[in-house]
């Protein structure tokens, strides 16, 4: 199956500062969501994107499909941005497969 | 409604027991996923219904895991015969068809004592 590479693990900010998150993966895809996973577990999501860039607020990403990757781009990040980020591919049929994610830690 | 709705929140059981996981998906929806998350991993998918039918059951991991969805909204996951290695976080999310951006519930955190 797909394989899904997210980097890096783990991300520590202080507030404030800018970070980008990385997604690589191996085979075409249709579809690519970026998730963020608060503190209680609640995966919300950021992005639809397959390919092109994307803004919303303070969040944007960037989907390369022709060269298999994505991006996550967090700007002046604050303490609530903590969690862990997903992406997640949808390859044939609809099923989703996750990265192992990012650990964003942003101290105040 | 407002959101992808999962009960119980929380389930503790015996090994060897019998669970049922349910999903209420927004209103509207008619694509269901249901995925399993251990403790430090990215979800994995379980099972998508297309309505009423199981599109794709690849994920289910044996026969002792079984979902169904009736009347193309509410589904339940059911495992019989529970195992210590069936504790995790059992996530649902809907979409209103096919290929089109999940949206997941809260979860249900299962712990099979």
């Known amino acids: 199956g797909i394989q899904v590479e997210q980097s890096p693990p783990d991300l520590i900010l202080q507030e404030g500062a800018n970070s980008t998150l990385r997604c690589n993966f191996s085979?075409?895809?249709?579809?690519l969501q970026w998730f963020h996973q608060n503190p209680w577990g609640q995966l919300i999501n950021l992005f639809y994107?397959?390919?092109g860039t994307k803004q919303n607020g303070r969040l944007s990403a960037t989907t390369v499909a022709t060269e298999r990757y994505s991006l996550l781009y967090i700007s002046s990040s604050q303490t609530t941005d903590s969690g862990v980020y997903f992406c997640a591919l949808e390859t044939s049929g609809s099923r989703l497969t996750f990265g192992e994610g990012t650990q964003l830690t942003v101290n105040p | 409604g407002a959101g992808v709705s999962q009960t119980p929140s929380n389930k503790v059981t015996e090994k060897g027991k019998y669970v049922e996981l349910r999903c209420d998906p927004i209103?509207?929806?008619?694509?269901l996923y249901w995925y399993r998350q251990s403790l430090g991993q990215g979800p994995e998918f379980l099972i998508y219904?297309?309505?009423?039918?199981?599109?794709?059951d690849s994920g289910l991991p044996n026969d002792r895991f079984f979902a169904v969805r009736p009347e193309g909204s509410v589904s339940t996951l059911k495992i019989q015969r529970t195992e210590r290695g069936d504790s995790a976080v059992y996530l649902c999310a809907s979409s209103r068809g096919h290929k089109e951006t999940q949206y997941f519930g809260p979860g249900t955190r299962l712990l099979v004592l």
């Open positions: 085979d075409s895809v249709n579809n």
């Open positions: 209103s509207g929806h008619t694509a």
């Open positions: 219904f297309q309505g009423t039918g199981a599109a794709d």
């Open positions: 994107i397959p390919s």
